[in-house]
């Protein structure tokens, strides 16, 4: 059984990927288990300051930014949405998407429907199939 859960995004870690080639995005994820006692659902803050990059990819699970910062296009399938405060984009699950280069700084929060960030396999388009 889960609970209820208060996060401070303050107080959680700055991560990044591991590998430099999946782009020098930020961001700090806010519920996933086993971090928070939860289920069902993922989400955190992306961060990106002007000339970052978050190379194309796609994962399984459909996946819903908001502007929250800054403006900037968000590649999808090939076409560029705009995101800005107030924004919302759905991104289907299975869809290549990314932000190639950060024009300006820009912050979203995102969100899965998953019970843990690790139970989402990201597929990047530079990367050799499995």
């Known amino acids: 059984m889960t ?5 401070d995004a303050a107080t959680l870690p700055i991560e990044r990927w591991d ?3 999946r782009g020098t995005i930020r961001f700090r994820t806010l519920i996933s288990a086993p971090k928070t006692d939860t289920s069902e659902i993922v989400c955190g803050v992306a961060m ?3 000339g970052d990059t978050f190379p194309l990819h796609s994962h399984p699970e459909a996946e819903v930014y908001f502007g929250l910062e800054g403006t900037g296009e ?3 399938d090939g076409m560029p949405h705009s995101l800005a405060p107030g924004v919302a984009l759905y991104i289907p ?3 290549v998407h990314g ?3 950060a024009r300006t700084a820009m912050t979203w929060f ?14 990047f388009l530079h990367e050799s199939p499995e």
Do not use: K, L, N, Q
């Open 19 to 21: 590998d430099p080639a």
């Open 74 to 76: 968000v590649m999808i």
């Open 93 to 95: 699950g299975g869809a």
């Open 110 to 123: 995102y969100t899965f429907a998953a019970d843990s960030f690790a139970d989402i396999h990201y597929r």
């Open 48 to 50: 990106m300051a002007e």
């Open 3 to 7: 609970s209820p859960a208060r996060v």
């Open 99 to 101: 932000v190639p280069i």
